[in-house]
């Protein structure tokens, strides 16, 4: 089985953004563009990141409230997470605390990921099951839940929600901090679409490890 290994990237500026895409496009085949890093973003530029995005994909807009850095209003956040809609990126990952509040035109080639990220804990295994309930209610194509561990223990729910989902689903599980990073090595072993590693050009998550050292670990495994 090929894993997916996907690399955040991020930047204050768009030229800096840039830069770092080129740079992490040399040793990833999957990228994660984090927009809301860039200060100064504009709708145009979306256009740009388009053209320079050689390698699969996952757009996102962050709001701060699930750890993102965006600080334009609300309705320019949603007007750029429909452009990249309409560009065709591979992938748009927008949060369940968005999608509920707004409607966006889709696109059969671009894969919705609806979202849930709790930087303060991980819910109750049952709490979790009724998000994904009420994320299955916008017909996503990928689920995600990443959620804060404090205790090691945690992570069997994390691997329950894998191991439990029906096959005809797919969901990206991840527990963030020191305390998940197993969950990061073993969740694609377990049926997640994919997991997150960091870069020297950038890390979007705490407990993220860094590609090179994933792809031993699992040419070790």
């Known amino acids: 089985m090929k894993i997916k290994i ?8 768009l030229n800096q953004f840039l830069e770092n895409l080129g740079k992490t496009q040399e040793i990833s085949d999957f990228v ?10 504009s709708l145009d530029d979306i256009e740009l990141i388009r053209e320079k995005t050689k390698v699969q994909s996952i757009f996102t807009c ?3 409230a699930e750890g993102g850095k965006f600080h334009f209003d609300e309705r320019m956040r949603v007007k750029i997470l429909q452009k990249a809609i309409d560009l065709v990126f591979d ?3 927008i949060e369940l605390s968005t999608i509920r509040d707004h409607e966006f035109k889709r696109n059969p080639k671009t894969k919705l990921i609806v979202s849930y990220h709790n930087f303060a804990e991980t819910p109750s295994y049952w709490d979790m099951q009724s998000i994904i309930y009420e994320m299955n ?5 990928i689920l995600k839940i990443a959620t804060m561990m404090k ?10 929600l894998l191991t439990n989902k ?5 969901r990206i599980v991840v ?17 997640s679409y994919l997991t997150y590693a960091s870069t020297p050009y950038g890390e979007s998550a705490p407990g993220q490890i860094d590609i090179n050292k994933l792809k031993e670990i699992y040419k070790l495994i």
Do not use: A, W
């Open 6 to 13: 996907c690399t955040p990237v991020i930047g204050n500026n």
């Open 32 to 41: 994660e563009l984090r927009v809301d890093y860039i200060q100064d973003l």
């Open 62 to 64: 962050r709001k701060k």
């Open 91 to 93: 992938h748009i990952d």
């Open 137 to 141: 209610s916008f017909k996503p194509d």
């Open 151 to 160: 205790e090691e223990y945690e992570s069997t729910k994390i691997y329950r």
């Open 166 to 170: 029906p096959h005809t689903e797919e």
């Open 175 to 191: 527990g963030m901090g020191e305390k998940g990073r197993m969950t990061r090595i073993l969740g694609p072993l377990l049926g």
